[in-house]
């Protein structure tokens, strides 16, 4: 480090501490011994806290650095966001976004098509396996995006949580950590399956920074750079931004205590006034008004952002709203536009209180209404990120007029190519699937023009792959699919190659596929399962090997495809115990295998009947060599 500081920032600002952040993260060590503690300790560890109070920042900067990796097998920490540059429509049907997502955040170093239709068990087996035994450490971030992102099938909004039982029921080395806002944590508690895993598990509340510690955060990272915080000025500062409580007589005092991101704005603010000069940084941003200003733009800089996005740029009507949830004391959720509140609680410019009023944090009130002395335009260096934001949460004409916008700058070609990508996932989540694959194709021309952009190109061609297979278009699907093996042979899309054969009635070929596909990784547990899967009817001695590799059967179809194998290797007693659960959104071919194995139980009604409602299914249709079968059992 150099004396002057010189390219070194000691302070983030408002976004979360990341896992390299760990040399300047300062002022928990307390809450730090406490979460490892519970966390290693326990199968199940919640920690919650008001949003914004640094709970991702506490995992990743202060308790992940802190395990040992020789006694633990430590994930990434994990999220429900989708990675960038994957298609929605690359995730199947059958299969929990949100898990999608979760694999691949665990594991952010690996090509993330090879989680596409894996099971949070079926991840932890092939990908976490230890022959030592160590203990899994996985978090889950953001668990209320459980209950506020969007999804396309909203009557199973919990399947996320219900696979992370599954693997603590069956997993005995995992430990895993959900961290949750507070406003989320009875939602939490309600899940049917994960309340007795929170009760015998262990809970941590995260607070606002103590004074003592608030100091530590704004003093320590100022040293590691070669420069010095004068005492006095720290302590000033600090004292500054506490925050006030209202007393049960309603008249307000002051707290012991600072809200973390208070803190880092603030103080990255004084670093950016003085970076460049040399000495003490002894306090030209210390004062309670000099603190009030930075407070101010941030409050600006936040109500620019969400007018731009969420109201054609009107920033006196916002201004306005907020001015009433001031003198209002605050807002009830109802009253206000659901998009607006929630943009800018996530930007900390409101919060939720226990009332399910919105409220703005007491230090912010002032600071807003004298408004800052310079004015900024909005940022528009993030609007795709915004626009993937939006996307996550469902506000689809946000995100269709960010990502339009972005087509329209006259340079930045890749920006150009993901704008149309993030098009085509709004139309596909809308149920526009033409429209989908329309803007898939034009980010995938694009994309192919740039250097070094295989994997994406794969990804999209799979996406339009995937769709066309919905649509019943198994030929242009081999097609697209075809194109997509050829720029990137990964096990995965090799799958949904295969799947697109045998819907068009190439068994042999689909087989082949499968059997490229494992020679390239014999241990892929979605080849396995379609190869397992589709043998079933044609091999099915060769079908209980691929399938007893991917126990457990976790989908109605590989529980349906196994029993059929028994069945027809002449355990007929264990195939009617092995045959799925049906429902009423069971697939065609699931029912029909069903089918099959009561035909040969010589329960020839139950098969009929059940060949009757595969033939009848408006789910994926049966390929053409399985109609026929459906047929005979049917008539």
């Keep these: 480090m150099t004396s002057s500081g010189r390219g070194l920032k000691p302070f983030i600002g408002s976004q979360p501490f990341r896992r390299d952040d760990a040399a300047r993260f300062f002022g928990r060590k307390r809450e730090i011994d406490k979460l490892a503690d519970r966390w290693q300790n326990n199968r199940l560890t919640i920690l919650h806290g008001p949003s914004g109070v640094g709970m991702t920042s506490l995992v990743s900067a202060g308790v992940l650095p802190r395990l040992d990796s020789s006694r633990f097998d430590v994930l990434s920490v994990g999220g429900l ?31 993330p098509m090879r989680f596409v239709g894996l099971t949070v068990r079926s991840y932890l087996r092939w990908h976490h396996w230890s022959p030592g035994g160590r203990p899994i450490m996985a978090v889950l971030d953001h668990a209320e995006e459980v209950f506020t992102a969007y999804r396309r099938k909203t009557d199973d909004q919990s399947h996320v949580l219900d696979q992370l039982c599954d693997a603590l029921d069956y997993d005995l080395r995992l430990r895993l950590l959900i961290v949750v806002d507070d406003e989320h944590l009875e939602s939490l508690r309600g899940h049917d399956r994960l309340r007795d895993h929170i009760e015998r598990g262990a809970s941590y509340k995260l607070e606002p920074l103590s004074f003592e510690a608030a100091l530590e955060a704004c003093q320590r990272p100022v040293d590691l750079v070669g420069r010095e915080l004068a005492p006095w000025a720290a302590g000033q500062l600090v004292n500054a931004l506490r925050i006030t409580d209202t007393g049960r007589d309603g008249s307000p005092s002051l707290t012991p205590m600072v809200e973390p991101v208070h803190l880092q704005v603030v103080c990255s603010a004084l670093w950016e006034s003085v970076r460049d000069q040399s000495g003490p940084m002894a306090g030209t941003l210390v004062s309670t008004d000099d603190i009030d200003e930075v407070l101010a733009s941030f409050c600006h800089r936040a109500i620019l952002d969400v007018a731009r996005d969420h109201l054609q740029g009107d920033v006196d009507r916002l201004a306005a709203l907020l001015r009433r949830v001031v003198d209002d004391g605050g807002m009830d959720a109802e009253e206000l536009p659901h998009q607006v509140a929630q943009a800018l609680a996530e930007r900390h410019v409101l919060q939720l209180g226990d009332k399910r009023r919105y409220e703005m944090p007491d230090r912010l009130v002032r600071p807003f209404l004298r408004g800052p002395t310079k004015r900024t335009p909005p940022d528009e260096a993030d609007r795709l990120d915004t626009a993937a934001a939006a996307l996550h949460r469902g506000w689809f004409e946000v995100a269709e ?84 093996v050829r720029r990137s042979p990964e096990p995965a899309i090799q799958t949904e190659l295969a799947w697109a054969l045998w819907y068009l009635g190439h068994e042999s070929g689909a087989v082949d596929v499968l059997d490229g596909a494992l020679r390239f990784d014999g241990n892929t547990h979605e080849a396995l399962r379609a190869r397992g899967e589709i043998l079933s009817d044609l091999e099915p001695q060769r079908a209980l090997r691929d399938l007893d590799r991917v126990r457990p059967h976790e989908q ?31 697939d065609a071919t699931t029912l029909l295998r069903t089918a099959r194995v009561m035909e040969v139980a010589g329960r020839d009604s139950e098969a009929a009947r059940l060949a009757g409602r595969a033939r009848e299914s408006t789910s994926r249709p049966l390929p053409p060599q399985m109609i026929k079968v459906a047929e005979r059992l049917a008539d």
Excluded: C
């Design 81 to 111: 966001a989708r990675p960038p540059f994957v298609p929605a429509a690359v995730i199947p049907e059958d299969s929990d976004p949100h898990v999608f997502a979760l694999l691949a955040s665990w594991s952010p170093y690996e090509n």
């Design 556 to 586: 109605p179809s590989t529980q349906a495809a196994y029993a059929l194998a028994l069945a027809l290797s002449g355990d007929v007693r264990g195939a009617v115990e092995a045959v799925p659960t049906l429902d009423v959104d069971s």
């Design 401 to 484: 007029k960010l990502a339009g916008q972005e087509i329209l700058q006259p340079e930045g070609v890749r920006s150009k190519a993901r704008a149309e990508s993030l098009l085509g996932d709004a139309a596909y989540l809308r149920d526009d699937f033409d429209g989908a694959i329309t803007h898939y194709r034009e980010a995938t021309r694009i994309f192919a023009t740039m250097g070094g952009s295989d994997q994406i190109v794969a990804a999209l061609l799979t996406a339009v792959g995937r769709i066309l297979i919905d649509q019943g278009a198994y030929r242009d699907a081999v097609t697209e699919l075809r194109s997509a």
